[in-house]
């Protein structure tokens, strides 16, 4: 029997489970039968790199073969540590919004900072990836597209840019976000 494929969903810095596309998401991909989980993160008080990847070990179990890691924001920064870590590859990832390195950003760059710290072991998150798909707004206020389009780069995996997509999130309007089900559904079939 064929085991069934798992959905990890990461929110980002002043997120949560319920933010964003990520309950849209959650109960579409649970509709078509799907197994999701969408651990919780301390942010902003609490946030860092250590504390979010002890979230992470006791909300998830550890990642495997059917394993699909799909993050927002800052989400994809934890994603990309998970995947350097792991003795397992997964299925496949899809990052919304992602990047890696500070963002010239006050409020922001305290609370990311501790992600960026070590430089990632690109071959390995690579090798432990499995199918990776960036979506990045073109006009995203946070994220400059130049730095998706370096994460892209490092990954060596395609990028799609969202035409006024902002940070594809519920300010830009994406409390529901049709392309990204349709991609999560590929990893089922």
């Known amino acids: 029997m ?4 798992r959905f ?18 959650t109960n579409s991909l649970q509709l078509k039968g799907q197994s ?13 790199q250590s504390n979010w990847l002890k979230a992470f070990r006791k909300q998830v179990a550890p990642i495997d073969s059917e394993t699909v890691l799909i993050g927002h924001s800052m989400g994809v920064g934890l994603i990309l540590r998970v995947l350097e870590q792991s003795e397992v590859p997964a299925k496949g990832c899809l990052f919304v919004s992602g990047w890696t390195g500070l963002l010239n950003n006050p409020e922001f760059d ?7 710290e070590d430089v990632f072991s690109w071959p390995r998150v690579i090798k432990n990836g499995g199918q990776i798909q960036l979506f990045h707004g073109s006009d995203d206020p946070y994220v ?3 730095m998706a389009k370096d994460l ?10 969202v035409s006024n997509g902002g940070h594809l999130n519920q300010e ?7 392309k990204l089900l349709d991609c999560a559904l590929k990893f089922t079939v």
């Open 2 to 5: 064929n085991k069934k494929t």
């Open 8 to 25: 990890i969903l990461i929110h980002g810095t002043e997120g949560s489970p319920a933010s964003n596309w990520l309950p849209w998401l």
């Open 36 to 48: 999701v989980s969408v651990p919780s993160f301390p942010t902003p008080e609490g946030q860092s």
């Open 110 to 116: 305290p609370l990311i900072a501790s992600f960026f």
């Open 144 to 146: 400059p597209l130049t």
């Open 152 to 161: 892209s780069n490092s990954l060596d995996a395609p990028l799609e840019i």
């Open 172 to 178: 830009s309007g994406f409390v529901e976000f049709p």
